[in-house]
């Protein structure tokens, strides 16, 4: 059974950094395409950055490249996403999200993954 555990979510100030971890279980890290995405209140969720299965090269959106950096340990079965410069527009539940199967063009849609974490808040603002 497939588990995914997000943690370090908090509040910051505009400009601050943050750190989120996904714990897997259930899988092997590295033969999945692992991603996170985010929801802000009254919006859908959308995509934010992700590794393809056996693939190190990242993809980010461009809301967040140059700010955020998504990284993976296949040892310890851990996804994490790195944040600085954070803006207020960065407010959101940030989740973790898994899939075997998907093909690079569905990297991005919500609909594609397969498991889901169950989210951790991060709150930009002053």
């Known amino acids: 059974q497939v588990q995914l555990v997000e943690s370090g979510g908090g509040l910051v100030q505009p400009g601050g950094s943050l750190t989120l971890s996904c714990v897997a279980s259930g899988l092997t890290l590295n033969s999945y395409t692992m991603a996170w995405f985010r929801q802000a209140p009254g919006k859908e969720r959308e995509f934010v950055a992700a590794f393809k299965r056996y693939n190190s090269n990242p993809y980010y959106a461009d809301s967040v490249k140059g700010r955020f950096v998504i990284s993976k340990d296949n040892a310890k079965n851990m996804l994490s996403l790195q944040m600085a410069s954070l803006k207020p527009e960065d407010t959101a539940v940030y989740y973790c999200?898994?899939?075997?199967?998907?093909?690079?063009?569905?990297?991005?849609?919500?609909?594609?993954?397969?498991?889901w974490g169950q989210g951790t808040q991060v709150t930009v603002s002053s």
């Open positions: 999200a898994a899939d075997q199967n998907l093909i690079t063009s569905s990297l991005r849609m919500v609909r594609a993954y397969d498991y």
